[in-house]
């Protein structure tokens, strides 16, 4: 939806000469959209007269043509005209665009977008959950990417948000490695082999998973070391930690890397238990009943789901009653208003069996927890296995960005030093993986491409990166110009920008030594930067930063639009250079505030 103060102001002018026309009171349960309409030529803004028709039974090129003569516009709306069932609006463009800018440079460093709509709720942000046994991979980025992401969106909204890592550490992969390790590890370690902690361990994943192959017994010892884990064997308790603590440093610096980090960090190993009681109490209440051969089975049929079981024959559990445990321990510990977890698509059965019991077994703030589900992410050649080694992991891929990134700057520029080279090709590098990843809707699969990925042309990142050095490049100039000459009109000189609300009261179009701020691409421009609060708005409703990230990209060919066919600096007066310079700011602002909620930096060079 387009900026909400125009709509709010428009949906106005519009119940008062529906009342008028027609008798019509109130249009309150009537959605109004206004989009920007395809031909500047018919008007700046449409309004289909569509969902009017039904409420007053009248065909909507009737209502469009009624609706025309009896409206009322205030400003910064020009005047009304029917074209077939639209209401078409025009614009005082030059107010408008001032308002809009106004607004914006008013708005910054906190940011432009509705910061009230979470209303300071709770909201626990589950995302990244590694498994101990393994280095992260292409996957465990789309992961934190999105969490991070999502993070920052629901912040900017008006949640409280905290974000929580739950990572597994225990299980018998975890003992796969340890067994592969106590094999053939001859007491190295990552130091001895200059092997970072978590590729080192996860190399003995792989060993283990290759050896099995071969020798099926090794599953089976590997399920005994399981049972000595559990039953608190010092010795396997000792390597365990010592294996956990060479991943975790790994993980660490992954994350430091990727700009990732929690509030809160749980293990799996200090968790699994807490689900047995619950499923207990449960029993006791009659929520769900015991099999003959002692196991524990919720029916979940009258749900649309299957009959499952939470406590075996031997009374251990299950993984679900696990995560039973973790969610009731943690609305206790943080009295959360939302929980989302954020995981892949292959768990959205998981979860509508966990959110199914928490409900069956009385806890109503189940129905405020949500799975936030997302497509798999594949590389060209098919689906990545830890087990056989055949996967991207993180830190690889990122040195692969990093390289081709570097090879596009020095292209640019031969002879970058060394660090400015570095914080360059991290820039780029970074932007190019997050928004690849994020420019997609959640439920898509992704193929990664990584040189595509860092393209300065198409849908990419560094393509937006680029628009927004390309408009500080400018902004340098047009500093260095205004402290040796008098070439451009200060910013005092602007047309002055009051809100949308005082704008064109009796002044009508603002001009400019003759010449109209206001042309197609600055008007363009200007309705995509009030549409900017929607997009974030929208992000956060939906839990789809896509949402935000295709309004960025719209955005930047919409200024590359505007800068090939229209000088700033050389304009062709003093006043439209101020102006025009003027609405570059606000167009670098909003670039730089997107990108920044997505975790993205805006480089002021590339």
């Known amino acids: ?36 309409t395809p031909d500047f030529k018919v008007g700046d803004l449409g309004f289909g007269c569509f969902p009017l028709a039904k409420l007053l039974r009248r065909k909507p090129h009737e209502l469009a043509a009624r609706l025309a003569e009896a409206i009322h516009l205030p400003p910064p709306f020009r005047k009304a005209q029917a074209v077939g069932p639209y209401l078409n609006l025009f614009l ?46 292409l996957g465990h980025i789309r992961n934190n990417v999105l969490g991070m992401a999502l993070a920052r969106i629901h912040e900017a909204v008006g949640y409280r948000v905290t974000k929580v890592n739950l990572i597994n550490d225990r299980g018998v992969h975890i003992c796969q490695s340890m067994l592969a390790y106590q094999r053939w590890g001859e007491g190295a370690t990552p130091q001895s ?63 430091r890397r990727l700009g990732v980090g929690f509030d809160r960090v749980y293990h799996e190993s200090e968790t699994y238990r807490h689900g047995r ?67 892949a698509s292959e768990q959205i059965h998981h979860f509508r069996v966990l959110f199914a019991l928490l409900r ?24 990545m296995k830890s087990r056989e080694g055949k996967v991207v992991d993180a830190d690889a891929l990122m040195d692969e960005v990093e390289a081709l990134s570097a090879e596009a700057v020095i292209e640019k520029h031969p002879d970058i030093a060394g660090d400015e080279l570095a914080r360059r090709k991290r820039q780029i590098a970074l932007g190019a993986i997050k928004f690849y990843l994020l420019n997609v809707n959640l439920e898509k699969d992704i193929y990664f491409d990584p040189k595509a990925s860092v393209s300065f ?24 110009q205004s402290s040796s000459s008098s070439s451009l009109v200060p910013d005092s000189s602007l047309p002055q920008a009051r809100g949308i609300e005082d704008e064109g009261r009796g002044r009508g179009t603002r001009t400019i030594e003759n010449q109209t701020f206001g042309n197609d691409d600055e008007t363009r421009l200007g309705l995509l930067l009030v549409q900017f609060p929607s997009a974030v708005r929208l992000a956060a409703e939906t839990c789809n930063p896509q949402r935000l990230a295709s309004h960025l990209l719209e955005f930047a060919r919409a200024f ?14 003093p006043g439209l250079a101020a102006a025009r310079l003027e609405l570059c700011r606000a167009v670098q602002v909003v670039l730089q505030q997107g990108l920044a909620l997505l975790g993205i930096e805006a480089p002021e060079q590339m």
Request: net charge negative.
């Open 92 to 137: 005082d463009r030059s107010a408008f665009l001032a308002a809009a800018c106004k607004d914006i440079l008013a708005a910054h460093p906190q940011g432009y977008w509705d910061a009230t709509l979470g209303g300071g709720q709770r909201l626990v942000l589950e995302f990244s959950s590694p498994n101990t046994n393994k280095p992260q991979h």
């Open 193 to 255: 082999t200059a092997r970072k902690g978590d590729h080192f361990v996860g190399d003995h994943y792989v060993r283990f998973a290759r050896a099995a192959e071969h020798d099926p017994a090794l599953t089976q010892q590997a399920q005994e070391l399981l049972v000595r884990w559990e039953q608190g064997d010092p010795e396997v308790i000792a390597l365990w930690r010592q294996m956990n603590a060479w991943v975790y440093d790994g993980f660490a610096e992954t994350y």
């Open 560 to 573: 590359a639009q505007f800068y090939h066919d229209n000088p700033v600096l050389q304009a062709e007066s």
């Open 1 to 36: 939806m387009l900026g909400e103060e125009l709509v709010s102001l428009f949906r106005s002018a519009l119940t008062d000469a529906a009342r008028q026309a027609f008798g019509e009171a109130s249009l309150s349960a009537v959605p109004v959209e206004l989009v920007p």
């Open 360 to 383: 069956r077994f009385g806890y109503a703030w189940a129905e405020r927890c949500r799975h936030v589900s997302y497509g798999m992410v594949y590389l060209p050649e098919g689906k």
């Open 457 to 480: 042309e198409g849908d990419t990142g560094p393509y937006i990166q680029y628009s927004h050095t390309r408009i500080c490049g400018i902004l340098r100039k047009a500093s260095s």
């Open 277 to 343: 009681d619950i499923v207990l109490k449960a029993l006791a209440a009659g929520h769900c009943h015991r099999l003959p051969d002692g196991a524990v089975e919720a029916d979940l049929t009258a749900d649309g789901l299957e009959k499952k079981i939470l406590l075996r024959r031997d009374g251990t559990s299950v993984y679900i009653t696990q995560d039973l445990g973790t969610a009731v321990a943690r609305h206790e510990e943080l009295a959360f208003d939302r929980m989302y977890y954020v995981v």
